[in-house]
């Protein structure tokens, strides 16, 4: 199984400011993915983070304020831009492991960002 | 519609009881399914792929049915350490969304003695 390590684990920002969060993978993947899930919420993928080319956003979410790196299979960065008390949530970083079937899907531990 | 839909619980159950929720999908070019588990404060584990056929992993027995587009986790002589939040997923078929992950809202599970 990989294991995806994720940081910060948690901060608490100034509004207006931006937090940009890791996620290592220790096998290299296909697919890296982040979510956020706000509180009492499920996860709700914000973009696929695809290697050496722009992320692919889901409808809501825009590159200006969620800018997303993935320089190699195993190594991408999130991050919010110009925060608002909003935006306050946990981010979580996911991969698919390469060439399995049917593969489970890993998550970093998540990002727990408050926003004042 | 969400695109995955499970039972609102909350569920509060005995120790030693039979519980289980359910869930509907709307994409029936849906591949792949599973339910994964999270506790509190932390990232979601898999609990148990869902296979065409069923599929039972000791006291976890899950179901598909692709023509209702319905998924089912059973959960039998429920313990203390079975409460959780018990999460829906659903992965897309092939294109631009192949392997994006899709979440029900989740179920959350107490167990007491």
């Known amino acids: 199984s990989a294991v995806i390590s994720q940081k910060p684990s948690r901060d608490i920002c100034q509004r207006g400011t931006s937090l940009t969060i890791q996620c290592q993978v220790d096998s290299q993947v296909t697919m890296m993915f982040w979510y956020r899930q706000q509180p009492g919420q499920s996860l709700t993928l914000i973009a696929t983070?695809?290697?050496?080319?722009?992320?692919?956003?889901e409808s809501g979410f825009v590159i200006d304020k969620f800018p997303i790196s993935r320089p190699n299979l195993t190594f991408s960065t999130l991050t919010v831009s110009n925060m608002s008390p909003e935006d306050s949530s946990i981010y979580l970083c996911?991969?698919?492991?390469?060439?399995?079937?049917?593969?489970?899907?890993?998550f970093g531990q998540g990002t727990r960002l408050t926003v004042v | 519609r969400k695109e995955v839909e499970q039972d609102p619980g909350p569920f509060n159950v005995p120790e030693g009881a039979t519980v289980a929720f359910n869930c509907t999908y709307s994409?029936?070019?849906?591949?792949?399914f599973f339910w994964y588990r999270q506790d509190c404060r932390k990232e979601p584990k898999l609990l148990m792929s869902v296979y065409s056929s069923g599929n039972e992993d000791g006291r976890f027995t899950a179901q598909l049915n692709r023509a209702s587009q319905y998924i089912s986790l059973l959960i039998r002589d429920s313990k203390l350490s079975d409460s959780a939040t018990y999460l829906c997923v659903v992965r897309n078929a092939g294109g631009t969304s192949y392997g994006k992950l899709t979440f029900g809202q989740g179920t959350i599970l107490t167990v007491h003695p």
């Open positions: 994409n029936s070019a849906s591949q792949s």
């Open positions: 996911s991969g698919n492991i390469l060439g399995v079937r049917k593969t489970e899907a890993f």
């Open positions: 983070a695809n290697q050496g080319s722009e992320a692919t956003y």
